[in-house]
């Protein structure tokens, strides 16, 4: 079920620009999470909101930032691209309450160039 | 510090056997233990999960996994695997606030053959 939305799916980009991945859902989820994966590795935590106006950094340092202005908006920009940002970049969004399961979207791939 | 071990990269399996994919965790405290399957360009979808309770517990697609705290262990089983079942499985254990927040192991690849 796509309840959960990313766009773009795909987006080649040169360096330096600035750029924002695009994450909605429509469960209502008050819990969101951006995830970075690359090939033969685990999922990354870089960012997470508990709620309007909430948001952490993750386990994995990134030159990301994210913003939660609404509920069902949780968008990650990156201000200045590089080829070190190539990667995949998954959204995930679960209720409040303990051991609740994440939701995940189909995913951004970002190539720099 | 919390992590998930999946000590297999990749299993190639034929069609109609049945499959064990091993899952091993480092949590100090009651995990919350969950299988999710990848396949090619899409997102994650949850195959099961494991809170309290009964040890062995039935998830989608006739998957199935069972929780040894002694081994701290989770593996998930399938008793006759279908060529649709080649895809990439990641086991995870809830860590953080209220247990959400996900570690993820490194995932094993599937391979089906016929």
């Known amino acids: 079920e796509a309840d959960i939305y990313q766009t773009p799916r795909y987006l080649v980009i040169g360096t330096g620009k600035k750029i924002t991945l695009e994450c909605s859902q429509t469960m209502g989820h008050d819990k969101m999470y951006w995830y970075q994966q690359d090939p033969g590795m685990e999922l990354h935590l870089i960012h997470y909101s508990y709620g309007v106006n909430s948001t952490e950094k993750g386990d994995l340092s990134s030159e990301s930032t994210v913003s939660r202005i609404r509920t069902e908006h949780f968008p990650l920009t990156l201000e200045s691209a590089r080829p070190s940002h190539t990667s995949q970049y998954l959204c995930a969004s679960g209720r409040t309450g303990i051991g609740s399961p994440l939701h995940f979207g189909n995913g951004t791939r970002l190539t720099v160039t | ?114």
């Open chain 2, 1 to 114: 510090a919390q992590s998930v071990t999946q000590p297999d990269i990749h299993i190639t399996v034929s069609e109609g056997a049945s499959l064990e994919l091993r899952c091993n965790y480092s949590y100090g405290a009651t995990p919350y233990l969950f299988w999710y399957v990848q396949s090619p360009g899409q997102g994650l979808q949850l195959l099961l999960k494991y809170f309290s309770g009964d040890t062995l517990v039935q998830g989608i697609k006739g998957f199935e996994a069972e929780f040894k705290r002694s081994q701290s262990s989770f593996n998930l089983r399938k008793p006759s695997v279908h060529w649709s079942d080649a895809a990439e499985y990641f086991c995870a254990v809830g860590a953080g606030q209220a247990g959400t927040a996900l570690i993820f192991g490194k995932g094993t690849t599937l391979s089906v053959s016929s």
